[in-house]
């Protein structure tokens, strides 16, 4: 005779009630982002900006590199969109070459960064003790020293070398303050019903790290990182326009202006160009940024007036 063993609660019902919930949730986070225009509008400018970097130098006629003795200095036209260069560099090239460098770092840093905060808030909150009062020091210890600073004094050392290095410093120093506020959120999830249960059957705690704790603040951790693409962008323009960052015979936005900020009155289309981009960039992802926050965050008084609309 062969006995079944009945499932258990959350055996019974997980699959399918989790299932159900997940898919109600995506349901009315996009409902809320499709409502907030300003926000959609971000993100549908933001795919644009992508598709526009990667792919419109495939189609477009002009290298990045390529110079045009017969324009030196040419406004804007319809064989030089943007304009050329004093070196007759076609200047549209330029800035979709610049533009996928600032997209790529800042996409890589938000994402780095966020990770980082979230494995080592979730480890610090869900541990305490000791090794709260170590990673929370070290988060301190790098608060108070001058990021910028460090990295436009490291970054010669890195010349000539690959961008990725300026992704690693740039990430270094832009997890700690999440790091922090995703400790708070594990003070508080440790001690729910869930995760003790999890604790009393043996579960390991870096599984329920993983399944328990981090999932539970994905929407923040989204959040974080979203805005974090936005201050790494800013930052990455902001060496490079100092020469600290992307450095030539390669370009980035920030080169791009600090080599237009000389014209800016004269030739002005070699400055207007490569920072209206960047205004633009980054006032996108900041809008996108901030829908994607009404439409996670159920207590968002501007989500649920959107909501109800």
């Given at each position: 005779m062969t006995v079944t063993k009945p499932p258990t609660a959350a055996e019974d019902t997980a699959p399918e009630e989790t299932g159900t919930r997940t898919a109600g949730r995506g349901r009315l986070v996009l409902r809320r982002l499709v409502r907030n225009r300003l926000g959609l509008g971000g993100g549908m400018f933001i795919v644009l900006l992508f598709v526009g970097a990667f792919v419109s130098p495939l189609l477009y006629p002009w290298d990045y590199r390529t110079q045009d003795d017969y324009a030196l200095l040419m406004p804007p036209s319809p064989e030089h969109w943007f304009g050329t260069t004093k070196l007759g560099e076609d200047l549209f090239a330029q800035c979709m070459r610049g533009l996928q460098k600032s997209l790529l770092i800042g996409l890589l840093v938000g994402v780095i960064s966020t990770g980082v905060a979230s494995v080592v808030g979730a480890v610090a909150g869900y541990f305490g003790k000791a090794t709260d009062r170590a990673l929370m020091w070290l988060v301190d210890l790098l608060l108070v020293l001058p990021s910028f600073l460090i990295v436009a004094i490291l970054s010669p050392a890195f010349r000539g070398k690959s961008w990725l290095l300026l992704v690693l410093l740039l990430s270094a120093f832009g997890w700690m303050i999440a790091s922090r506020i995703v400790r708070g959120m594990t003070l508080t999830l440790r001690e729910r019903e869930y995760v003790l249960a999890a604790k009393f059957a043996g579960m390991p705690a870096w599984r329920i790290i993983a399944r328990h704790i981090i999932p539970n603040m994905a929407s923040v951790l989204i959040i974080d990182a979203t805005v974090g693409?936005?201050?790494?962008?800013?930052?990455?323009?902001?060496?490079?326009?100092?020469?600290?960052?992307?450095?030539?015979?390669?370009?980035?936005?920030?080169?791009?202006?600090?080599?237009?900020?000389?014209?800016?009155?004269?030739?002005n289309w070699l400055f207007t160009?490569?920072?209206?981009?960047?205004?633009?960039?980054?006032?996108?992802?900041?809008?996108?940024?901030?829908?994607?926050?009404?439409?996670?965050?159920?207590?968002?008084?501007?989500?649920?007036?959107?909501?109800?609309?």
């Open positions: 693409v936005g201050v790494a962008i800013l930052a990455e323009t902001s060496l490079s326009f100092f020469g600290f960052g992307i450095q030539p015979p390669d370009v980035s936005l920030g080169t791009l202006i600090a080599s237009g900020t000389e014209s800016a009155l004269t030739f160009f490569p920072s209206g981009l960047l205004i633009l960039t980054v006032l996108a992802v900041n809008f996108f940024g901030d829908a994607l926050r009404d439409a996670l965050d159920p207590s968002s008084k501007r989500a649920r007036v959107r909501s109800k609309r």
